[in-house]
């Protein structure tokens, strides 16, 4: 598949599931930093809070920055991206977990709406690992 249509389908991913996971992901880690700096709770608490949520957030920062490189630079974009943003990508990554565990849990056990939480965050995975393939898929060719 050529550069012109991994782009096409970086696009894709971006709108059908990076959107809505941006939003509604954005939304929860922005409450998890409110919540945390606004609760009255013990400090190990808040602080675990705010972590959270500001590593979701950072996440997706770094998302829409690869992203944005990768569509207007190419794949020369991705390798050109520090360090720094492919770290914080896999911080945000991270911080979906709970979501995911949350959502299977609550799912199976309580009530099928437990599978919502799964749009909080998790469809970031797809153009995310999309765009970490293809950065490290070309690292590895031409090392090999």
Not at 7 to 33: E, N, S, W
Not at 43 to 50: A, G, I, K, T
Not at 108 to 136: I, K, M, N, Q, V
């Amino acid at each position: 598949m050529d550069e012109r249509l991994h782009k096409r389908l970086q696009l894709a991913l971006a709108l059908l599931f990076g959107l809505p996971g941006l939003l509604l992901g954005g939304i929860v880690a922005l409450v998890g930093v409110y919540a945390g700096l606004m609760q009255e709770t013990r400090l190990l608490s808040r602080l675990l809070l705010v972590c959270w949520g500001a590593a979701g957030a950072l996440g997706i920062v770094a998302w829409v920055r690869i992203g944005a490189d990768f569509l207007l630079q190419g794949r020369s974009g991705l390798q050109a991206m520090g360090r720094v943003w492919w770290v914080l990508l896999l911080l945000g990554a991270f911080t979906v977990i709970p979501a995911v565990v949350l959502g299977v849990v609550v799912g199976l056990t309580e009530r099928a709406e437990g599978f919502g939480l799964l749009l909080y965050g998790p469809p970031l995975l797809l153009p995310a690992a999309h765009l970490a393939w293809l950065r490290w898929r070309q690292s590895l060719a031409a090392q090999g």
